[in-house]
């Protein structure tokens, strides 16, 4: 076993425990969505204002969806009025501002929040806004272990509320028109799907470049559940290459590969998984590895599925679904997927064959459109959690060193 421990249900916090199981346990007076008629508008928030640029996706739909941009949240002073300038340009208001999430969940003239924190505050706040009766968009992974994966989820469930998921990579339309393609046996009996994503610099190195220092931020608020340490700039601007923030590729790059699979598929979530990595290339402070290979077998399914990252190389990355009728190709996986027959098979893929091309809507659209009409979102929480199997899984393995398995019943996951 590699040095540290991991437990199958816990993250590496030292969260009290007990705290956590009583507040869990609370039956709280969950807040009502607002029923909305077609001229209302949705009051709309955005927590976590860095690099994943949802403000700057959001404003372009804002007099299609018919939505108020009216609140942006970061602990990060310099992100937060970066943030609230690109709003008020775009609208001609500013919104309010704020440091804690627990203030924007507290307007009650705000109805939907787009959630894009760091991985290891996802859970905790996705539970606070659905319980405070807001629709919520929240980035993915949607957990760091299986306890808090698990409490997540029960809390959508009983809250009623809209939540997509930000794997929005199976929005795209050609991912859409893949899956309509293979539903249709158009790649035959599929039997292995491959992911290869390499690059030379890991994708924390340049955020962690990023000037921050501690007066500029609340660092507490960011650390959460987190161990208490003191303020250290790379943590905070580089948190996707510390494990206490974020579990590494398997957790990040792999989970919209994986929710790729199982949205073309129709696949839940793998039987077993096995992973193996380290840090090879880029030996510094940060604990995230910089290599990873993980095998996830779907036997119900009856394939199996291959993903690794490596860093220190930009070459050899590629997508690929295999079946018997031949091979499709979405390693440009925003273009139009490619197709090649197998040359040995008697129904092969003729020369020269395209998929079709299938509609679709941008995901954070279809996010806006269910709140208003109360819809099941493109991604929602059951697809979150699928692909949060995975990674744990991916995880547990790579930490222990061993094979682990998924019992669905008991919602867990254990060596075996």
Not at 60 to 81: G, H, I, K, S, Y
Not at 100 to 112: E, F, G, R
Not at 253 to 272: N, S, W
Not at 278 to 284: A, F, L, S, V
């Amino acid at each position: 076993m590699r040095a540290g421990s991991y437990d199958f249900h816990m993250s590496s916090s030292n969260c009290n425990r007990r705290e956590f199981l009583a507040a869990a346990a609370v039956t709280t007076a969950l807040r009502p969505q607002r029923v909305m008629g077609a001229n209302d508008r949705i009051g709309l928030a955005v927590i976590g204002c860095g690099n994943r640029g949802h403000v700057r996706e959001v404003l372009p739909l804002l007099a299609e969806t018919n939505t108020d941009f009216l609140a942006v949240c970061d602990t990060w002073r310099q992100q937060r009025e970066t943030a609230a300038a690109a709003v008020k340009q775009a609208t001609g208001k500013a919104p309010e501002q704020y440091v804690n999430y627990h203030d924007v969940l507290a307007q009650k003239n705000i109805d939907a929040v787009v959630i894009a924190t760091p991985d290891h505050q996802h859970c905790t706040m996705l539970v606070d806004a659905v319980r405070a009766g807001k629709d919520v968009y929240i980035e993915k992974p949607l957990a760091m272990n299986m306890r808090e994966l698990n409490d997540a989820v029960d809390a959508v469930k009983r809250s009623g509320g809209v939540v997509q998921v930000g794997t929005q990579v199976r929005s795209w339309a050609p991912s859409v028109a893949a899956r309509a393609f293979v539903a249709a046996g158009g790649l035959g009996k599929i039997f292995k799907i491959e992911q290869s994503r390499n690059s030379y610099y890991p994708y924390w190195q340049r955020v962690s470049e990023r000037p921050v220092t501690e007066a500029d931020v609340d660092w507490k608020a960011f650390l959460m559940r987190s161990r208490y340490r003191p303020f250290e700039a790379d943590q905070y601007a580089g948190w996707y290459g510390y494990r206490d923030f974020s579990l590494g590729p398997h957790s990040q790059l792999m989970v919209h590969f994986i929710d790729l699979v199982h949205f073309v598929t129709g696949a839940k979530y793998p039987k077993r998984v096995v992973a193996m990595g380290g840090t090879w290339c880029w030996k510094d402070k940060r604990t995230a590895p910089d290599s990873i290979e993980v095998v996830l077998e779907y036997p119900d399914d009856g394939f199996l599925v291959r993903y690794n990252s490596t860093f220190g190389t930009s070459d050899n990355s590629y997508i690929k679904f295999f079946g018997t009728r031949g091979v499709m190709d979405a390693t440009r996986w925003n273009e139009p997927w490619k197709l090649k027959g197998e040359k040995a098979a008697a129904d092969a893929i003729p020369p020269g064959a395209g998929i079709p091309v299938v509609e679709s809507t941008d995901h954070m659209k279809n996010f806006l459109d269910c709140v208003r009409s109360r819809k099941t979102p493109a991604a929602p929480i059951e697809a979150g959690y699928a692909h949060a199997v995975a990674a744990l899984m991916a995880d547990a393995s790579y930490v222990h060193g061993t094979r682990m398995v998924h019992d669905p019943s008991k919602r867990a996951i254990k060596a075996g």
